[in-house]
Nanobody, 126 residues
Framework: QVQLVESGGGLVQAGGSLRLPCAAF????????MNWHRQALGKQRELVAS???????NYADSVKGRFTISRDNAKKTAYLQMNSLKPEDTAVYYC????????????????????WGQGTQVTVPS
């Protein structure tokens, strides 16, 4: 099967930085757009940043100029570099892939659509 695993979360002071990797595991053939979302306590989940397989990126206005999304296709990993962190960045950060093509041992080539990781907590105290 396939797994998306986020890491790198933690507690950081305002103005600090964190880098969140999102690694895909499994016999993966390709991953198209990868996204980072976040959900603060009591709020709706929001899209933070996206990156296509070709490297085109998009950002939420609230993080432009502070966050950078990147990916290493060979390592099947996306990254979210977060700088100048603010208390309002506190949330659980989730990695998501729009579509993953992978090989199942018994069923052959398969497709996972809108696939999510388990999330990682980022806390920026005020």
């Amino acid at each position: 099967q396939v797994q998306l695993v986020e890491s790198g979360g933690g507690l950081v002071q305002a103005g600090g930085s964190l880098r969140l990797p999102c690694a895909a595991f499994g016999t993966i053939l390709s991953i198209n757009t990868m996204n980072w979302h976040r959900q603060a306590l009591g709020k709706q989940r929001e899209l933070v940043a996206s990156i296509t397989s070709g490297g085109s990126t998009n950002y939420a206005d609230s993080v432009k100029g502070r966050f950078t999304i990147s990916r290493d296709n060979a390592k099947k990993t996306a990254y979210l570099q977060m700088n100048s962190l603010k208390p309002e960045d506190t949330a659980v950060y989730y990695c998501n892939a729009d579509r993953i093509l992978f090989t199942d041992h018994d069923l052959g080539a398969r497709e996972a659509v809108d696939y999510w990781g388990q999330g990682t907590q980022v806390t920026v105290p005020s």
